[in-house]
């Protein structure tokens, strides 16, 4: 099944082609900064009943480098039956588009994009026919963004740093300089990298930091995710009301509540069990009447 991260670490690249000139930097390659872009069907089945998709594809138009065809892989662990993939489909782009093709594979931890980097020689009888040298990224290379101004500069290079560093130990101070840098950008620009944040993240705990974030500094922000924390925020307001309202009925009727009793009536997050607690605190001799056969 494709993951959240899977999806995010490339499609950031069909949003924003243009991040590519900025990794190519990174990886000490000179590709300049794209005069045209055309999103390509990633779809790289031949007629055989063998089907093969690439993550991203674009085709790239530069001054200097003329035209090159881009993929972009995201790799979440190693896979030794993958090199052999990545090799279809540098062969398969190159006689389809007559365009030298370039491979990209973003990794969000270090052993995987070391492995995903070792050029792979294809040999037979000593003799390499065909090697793989795909360009990485991962977080043993991007930059760690822990600046507020410095994030400002690239948000889309600052976004795709932050998703491969969301497993180290830094992860909170990048993003939080990436929330800093996101507060005075126009919406059409902020709301979609904050989606690629989250998204990018997926179950690593760094995803919670990025939430806390979001609720704070960029509480006047719109989208599936703020909307999706707003909805937390007022369940979790029901259920502290909820759990007032028992202990206060239970008090004014003069029905004695251990402390034990206090505790679980405070800490429930259950709105229906809630109800039926305040119900029950209506007609209930004791704390465990509360409670009932739960």
């Not at 993951?3 to 069909?14: D, G, L, V, Y």
């Not at 093709?101 to 390499?128: H, I, K, N, Y």
Request: glycine residues 6%.
């Amino acid at each position: 099944m494709v993951s959240s991260p899977h999806e995010a670490m490339h499609r950031i690249f069909q949003e924003y082609p243009e991040l590519f000139s900025k990794l190519s930097e990174v990886l000490g390659v000179a590709i300049p900064p794209p005069t045209a872009v055309t999103v390509l069907p990633t779809d790289l089945t031949e007629n055989k009943p063998v089907e093969r998709r690439v993550d991203t594809l674009l085709s790239l138009e530069t001054e200097e480098c003329g035209s090159l065809i881009l993929a972009v892989e995201a790799q979440s662990k190693k896979d030794p039956v993958k090199p052999a993939g990545w090799a279809y489909y540098i062969a398969y782009l190159l006689n389809k588009y007559r365009k030298p093709p370039l491979l990209l594979v973003v990794c969000q931890d270090r052993s995987t994009a070391e492995w995903a980097g070792r050029p792979v020689d294809f040999t037979a009888a000593g003799w390499p026919s065909l090697t793989v040298r795909p360009l990485v990224v991962g977080p043993h290379n991007m930059p760690r963004m822990t600046m507020t101004a410095e994030a400002r500069k690239d948000l889309p290079l600052a976004t795709l740093a932050a998703i491969t560093h969301g497993a180290g130990a830094e992860a909170w101070t990048i993003l939080k300089a990436l929330t800093g840098a996101l507060r005075d950008t126009r919406d059409d620009i902020r709301y979609p990298l904050i989606e690629f944040v989250s998204q990018g993240l997926g179950t690593l705990p760094a995803a919670e930091l990025w939430r806390k974030l979001v609720a704070v500094d960029l509480s006047f922000y719109t989208s599936p995710l703020s909307e999706e924390l707003r909805d937390e925020g007022r369940a979790e307001g029901l259920a502290k009301g909820r759990a007032q309202d028992i202990l206060f009925i239970l008090e004014r009727r003069g029905v004695d509540v251990p402390d034990d009793a206090r505790v679980r009536i405070i800490e429930c997050d259950d709105a229906e069990a809630l109800l039926r607690w305040l119900d029950r605190a209506l007609t209930a001799a004791s704390a465990e009447d509360v409670f009932g056969d739960e």
